[in-house]
């Protein structure tokens, strides 16, 4: 088996760009360093390493090594915690999956409303779109967002329940031709540039790209981004015109409006998973009622 103190040593090699530079960030002896090289090339049976003028470089099997290490040691780091807490006996944590703008808008009260009954929590806020990653804890609350109408996702484990179905709106730059219309029909936008803020082609990317099929065209995207932020500058900035959730545009942004969109009416299922965990069930249940008294008070 595999040393993870070797794997992280390597990893810090690597960093550093050399042994000498690693030994003085983790406070080793070169040769200390040198040592546990020596020790995981036996171990893996790998050339890590390869004499270069008066050094040495990292091979190509160092790099992907240490790349690849990289999950391994996020979820070693993650056993760590668990162990600690377990020997405090104190801390205790609340793991919670959801997108950003739920973590934006809605985690804050949640947290907050959490923390008031319960002082040592931690409350650890990780985001699952496009994809979950290592390294995290199994999230008690896994907030996500299906197509409306569509099949139902259900995870094993956990209970589902549905929190809200909010509307789409096209944000679009104050200048721009529509900006005054009442509300606008998704064909009109069909010649439009625009930005798309859903590179990763999560639900809410194929919430609008079925949209825009259903009438018989195909966005043309002036830029992708992976925050809906950052597409909202862009918009502001006349790059394009963009289609987001409500809550993505609860925030005032200058410089750009929101107008509904009809014909059809875009919608999005907001729904949260809670763990089937009897010995966590109060606070899971004080989380999932505050989460939807939020949530119903945001979309109301």
């Known amino acids: 088996m595999l040393n993870p103190w070797r794997l992280v040593v390597l990893r810090a090699v690597l960093d550093a760009g050399s042994i000498n530079d690693a030994a003085r960030n983790l406070r080793y002896s070169p040769a200390t360093i040198s040592q546990h090289m020596t020790a995981l090339a036996a171990e893996t049976g790998l050339v890590l390493f390869e004499k270069q003028g008066r050094g040495i470089v990292a091979t190509d099997a160092a790099r992907a090594l240490a790349e690849q290490a990289r999950s ?19 801390a205790e944590y609340f793991a919670i999956a959801c997108f950003a703008s739920a973590a934006e ?24 779109e496009p994809a979950g990653g290592r390294g995290r804890r199994m ?33 679009l730059p104050v200048s721009h031709r529509l900006a005054n219309a009442g509300q606008i029909e998704l ?53 394009g015109i963009a289609l987001l959730p409500r809550l993505a545009v609860a925030q005032h942004t ?47």
């Open 105 to 128: 808008q809605w985690m804050p009260e949640v947290v907050t409303a959490m923390r008031e009954s319960r002082p040592n929590l931690t409350v650890e806020i990780s985001l699952n």
């Open 187 to 239: 064909r009109d936008l069909a010649e439009e540039t625009w930005v798309d803020h859903d590179i990763y082609d999560s639900p809410i990317g194929q919430i609008v790209l079925s949209a825009c099929a259903a009438v018989g065209f195909t966005p043309r995207f002036a830029a992708r981004l992976d925050d809906h932020r950052a597409a909202l500058r862009l918009v502001e900035a006349g790059v």
């Open 72 to 90: 391994v040691l996020a979820d070693f780091e993650r056993l760590e915690r668990v162990v600690a807490d377990l020997r405090g006996g104190e």
């Open 254 to 300: 200058r410089g750009v409006v929101y107008r509904p969109i009809a014909q059809p009416a875009i919608q999005r299922r907001v729904v949260v998973h809670s763990r089937q965990d009897p010995q966590r069930s109060g606070l899971i249940e004080l989380a999932l009622e505050t989460l939807r008294t939020v949530a119903a008070h945001a979309s109301s």
């Open 139 to 171: 999230p008690d609350l896994d907030i996500r967002t299906e197509q409306d109408g569509a099949i139902e996702l259900h995870l094993d484990g956990y209970d589902r329940h549905e929190l809200v179905t909010e509307r789409f709106v096209a944000a």
